[in-house]
């Protein structure tokens, strides 16, 4: 079985992915880290360079190849992920895939992004908390249509990592 992990920016998808790996003892893959070593660039000069749409089409073949390429491991998306190029299709028809949509408050989003938005293109260029929390609202509306489409949601607020990865556990052992 492949868990898949999948939620906005700075939703904890690569914190939480690495630690629940290490405690069910899974492999752990993050589809970001795996496009950077693939492309030999970091997403912003991906972004940059060649563009957005260049990167939704590496990051839907190389979710792909990850998805068929490795099995008991823990697979974090990009925030981008579930909402493009029919990703979303790709991993719920996958039957070994189970996804979990890490679901996190817009104030702590807007909290932790607005301190680590460089990193990420599609908001580096937002200056103030008031303007990144307006396209954070706005943005997570649209993409909470996809995420909803995950097997388990967890929500992250107010919790530490050990409480997440215990209640990621508890639904794969319990499925609903
Ligand atoms: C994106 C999220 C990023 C990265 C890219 C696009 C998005 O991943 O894939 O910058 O569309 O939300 P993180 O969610 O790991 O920041």
Known sequence: MNIVLMGYMGSGKSLIGR?????????????????????KKSITEIFREKGELYFRKKETLYLNEILN?????????????????GNLEIINNNKSAKSVYLQT????????????????PLI?????????????????FERSFYYNQSDYKVSTDQKDVDTINEEIIALLDNPA
């Open 19 to 39: 630690s629940l790996s290490k405690v069910i003892t899974f492999e752990y893959q993050d589809l970001d880290d795996y496009i950077v070593n693939q492309e």
């Open 105 to 120: 408050s817009l104030d702590e989003l807007t909290k932790r992004l607005f301190v680590e938005k460089s990193k990420r």
């Open 69 to 85: 390429t490795y099995n008991n491991s823990i697979i974090s998306l990009g925030g981008g992920t579930p909402c493009f190029s």
């Open 124 to 140: 580096s260029h937002i200056s103030t908390p008031e303007d990144l929390k307006d396209f954070i609202r706005k943005h997570l």
